[in-house]
C-alpha cells in the first residue's frame, strides 16, 4: 500500500521559514516526478513546485525565489524549503507522485499518489 506521509507544517510568523516534509512508500518510485500543491481557505488548488528524478525543479510564480524543493531519492522523499513566508502562503499543503511517463504539465497532469496534507499559518 503506498503511502505519502507529510510533515514540517505548523505555524510561523511572516518572514520566518519552515521545511516540510513527505515521506513515501510502499513501492518504488525511480522515474518519478514529485510536487507540492496547496489549497487555502475558498480557494482552489495551487500548484508550488515539482521535481523530476533527475534533479530537474520548477516553481510557481508565486514562490519563486522563496521556496526551494528536493528530493532524496533513496530515501523517497520530497522537501519543501520555505522562507520569506507570507500571510498569503497560509494553506494546507500536499505531496503528490506522477509516476513515469509523466505527463508533460507540471500542474495539470494526473498524479497517481496523495499525500494527507500538512497545514501552514503564516501569522502577520
Known amino acids: 500500500q503506498v503511502q505519502l506521509v507529510e510533515s514540517g507544517g505548523g505555524l510561523v510568523q511572516a518572514g520566518g521559514s519552515l521545511r516540510l516534509s513527505c515521506a513515501a512508500s510502499g513501492r518504488t518510485f525511480g522515474g518519478s516526478r514529485m510536487a507540492w500543491f496547496r489549497r487555502a481557505p475558498g480557494k482552489e488548488r495551487e500548484f508550488v513546485a515539482a521535481i523530476w528524478w533527475n534533479g530537474g525543479t520548477y516553481h510557481g510564480d508565486s514562490v519563486k525565489g522563496r521556496f526551494a524543493i528536493s528530493r532524496d531519492n533513496a530515501k523517497n522523499t520530497v522537501y519543501l524549503q520555505m522562507n520569506s513566508l507570507k500571510p498569503e502562503d497560509t494553506a494546507v499543503y500536499y505531496c503528490?507522485?506522477?509516476?513515469?511517463?509523466?505527463?508533460?504539465?507540471?500542474?495539470?497532469?494526473?498524479?497517481?499518489?496523495w499525500g494527507q496534507g500538512t497545514q501552514v499559518t503564516v501569522s502577520s
Open positions: 503528490a507522485v506522477g509516476l513515469p511517463p509523466v505527463g508533460t504539465s507540471v500542474s495539470n497532469s494526473p498524479y497517481d499518489y
